[in-house]
């Protein structure tokens, strides 16, 4: 055990590069994007830091040029998350005891890894195997990543330092161990940052997990998972369980030993595995933690003292990048009538500029959509505004399969403010706009507020700060991440501390002291120096009065 206590520096955000012309890191990056492709690897799962390859495969493509095959990956079932699971819970008799800072130890060396000799690796393995620009890469899975890391180790030393009062003669102390059991990271396809951070936070407490990866994104996160070994993390500690939904999901939540669940995904997946959970919380040996984050149909709102031209960067930024497939991108835009005809002129004319294709064009703001199912989805609400009365595509509408999934920056006017794109989530780059009349400022607040089940992220437009303050006021439910005159995307490691509410998750905010204290389970010592060795009280003595009498008689 440590003779000292060691003390862990507050660490600052990753730089990011810029991968401008001419910079070494862009030649080094579309090296590595070539050395990528040149390869096809066989991605297993990895169970107890061996390679498991069950034999039941799918292809993994990039979703801007589908005919490209990067990857075979080996689906797991019921039998290899038995075995996932026995190896976690025998790994967990060591690591659970070894000093947290000799565990936090290993995921900072995993981020210095991020940001150094992996880099490019990352980067590319992102910008391939899910259609990512390299600067929405370069920030995420990358910079986001290693902030995770090393802002995690810091909280967990934070919550180590935090301490009860010990009045004299005892001391009082709370040490804060790992769940019994095992943590289910259930991790999505549009950010490898999420994905590294849901099942290596846990760990950092001293928990098991086992990570299962969104198959759109198991390029990318088998390279972290890779990564994680190189770090040092010790076998059967985190278990890689690539897998079709229920295949693994169901065994998994069968087992008597779920601690936790920690899921980022659609909130069809997040309310089927709660439900599961329910179903079977008399088995678990404790009620295991359950923190989710689903999705978003995330607002821009405007009052009529906007400014235009921010307005019409954070608008297009927010519903474009990474082809509106972020969780937090703008879906939906309120903006008063007086305002409309400029900002309709300006922000028009600045998304005609913008380009998609192939990733490796650095030349492109957007990419594709990440998988056909996708596709699909997102023109079917493209096509649904063009047949209806109720709205007009005013801007793109356009989509193309032939090589990859790309699809149009689209902009839809909607007459109705309860058009069905304005209500339901997309996940593409799909941007609706509601024109209200200046008068009817507060009534349309009150409209943003209850169009939507969601509430992760929204913000507003003014440069009257009465108007700030009253749409601060009337949206106070609506988000969890609430942006003043900035976009309603780009929550960074804590600075803005990430999740919603409502049906948006259970706003246990990635990236947070709060988020990690859901990994751990206190238990208070009280240690008392000397004693008592009377079990009587002092109320329990005569009266004065009494000892009078008694001596009388």
């Known amino acids: 055990m440590p003779n000292a206590y060691f003390n862990v520096q507050e660490?600052?955000?990753?730089p990011y590069n810029s991968y401008a012309p001419d910079t070494p890191e862009r030649s080094k990056l579309k090296q590595k994007l070539q050395e990528l492709k040149s390869q096809e690897i066989e991605i297993p799962a990895i169970i107890n830091g061996k390679e498991v390859k069950t034999g039941r495969t799918a292809d993994v493509v990039m979703p801007h040029n589908y005919s490209h095959k990067l990857a075979t990956v080996h689906f797991c079932g019921e039998k290899e998350v038995k075995m996932a699971i026995e190896s976690s819970l025998e790994a967990r008799r060591q690591w659970a005891g070894m000093p947290w800072e000799e565990r936090m130890a290993i995921f900072q060396r995993a981020a210095d890894l991020v940001t150094?000799?992996?880099?490019y690796t990352m980067n590319a393995s992102t910008m391939l195997g899910q259609s990512k620009t390299p600067q929405q890469s370069e920030i995420e899975a990358v910079g986001e990543l290693a902030d995770f890391l090393r802002f995690n180790a810091w909280y967990l030393a934070r919550i180590m330092e935090d301490q009860p009062y010990?009045?004299?003669?005892?001391?009082?102390r709370v040490e804060y161990r790992p769940l019994e059991g095992f943590v289910f990271a259930v991790s999505p396809f549009n950010f490898?940052?999420?994905?590294?951070?849901?099942?290596t936070s846990p760990a950092m407490c001293g928990n098991v997990s086992l990570w299962k990866p969104s198959p759109e994104a198991i390029y990318s996160n088998y390279h972290f998972m890779k990564l994680l070994q190189e770090a040092g993390v010790p076998d059967g500690v985190i278990n890689?369980?690539?897998?079709?939904?229920?295949?693994v999901g169901d065994p998994v939540l069968e087992s008597p030993h779920l601690a936790g669940l920690q899921f980022t995904g659609s909130i069809g997946t997040f309310e089927y595995l709660w439900k599961k959970i329910g179903q079977n919380i008399s088995k678990y040996h404790s009620f295991p933690r359950v923190v989710g984050e689903t999705g978003g149909k995330d607002f821009i709102f405007a009052h009529n003292t906007a400014d235009v031209d921010a307005m019409v960067v954070a608008a297009l930024r927010a519903a474009y990048e990474y082809q509106g497939q972020k969780c937090s991108a703008a879906s939906r835009m309120y903006i008063p009538e007086s305002i409309w005809p400029e900002y309709r002129e300006k922000f028009l004319a600045e998304v005609e500029e913008v380009t998609y294709g192939d990733v490796e064009d650095f030349s492109h703001f957007m990419g594709a959509v990440i998988s056909r199912k996708a596709f699909d989805?997102?023109?079917?609400?493209i096509d649904y505004a063009k047949e209806s009365d109720d709205a007009e595509i005013i801007f793109g509408g356009g989509y193309d399969d032939s090589i990859g999934y790309f699809v149009e920056p689209t902009v839809i006017l909607a007459r109705d403010p309860k058009f069905k794109t304005m209500e339901e989530e997309i996940f593409g780059p799909v941007l609706t706009i509601y024109v209200y009349q200046d008068k009817e400022f507060e009534k349309t607040l009150e409209l943003c507020d209850q169009t939507s089940p969601f509430a992760l992220t929204g913000a507003i437009f003014a440069n009257d700060r009465y108007a700030l303050s009253k749409m601060n006021d009337a949206l106070r439910d609506a988000a969890g991440n609430f942006y003043i005159n900035d976009k309603p995307t780009a929550a960074i490691v804590n600075q803005q501390p990430f999740g919603g509410s409502r049906k948006s998750g259970t706003n246990d905010k990635a990236g947070?002291?709060?988020n990690m204290y859901r990994w751990l389970s206190m238990r208070a010592i009280k240690e008392t120096r000397v004693p008592p060795k009377e079990w009587t009280y002092p109320y329990m003595e005569p009266e004065k009065a009494e000892f009078i009498e008694a001596e009388e008689e």
């Open 512 to 514: 947070s002291v709060p």
């Open 166 to 172: 010990s009045p004299d003669g005892m001391w009082n």
């Open 116 to 119: 150094g000799p992996w880099r």
């Open 240 to 247: 890689f369980l690539p897998g079709e939904g229920a295949d």
């Open 377 to 381: 989805k997102i023109t079917g609400y």
């Open 11 to 14: 660490p600052e955000n990753e």
């Open 192 to 199: 490898t940052a999420i994905a590294g951070n849901l099942p």
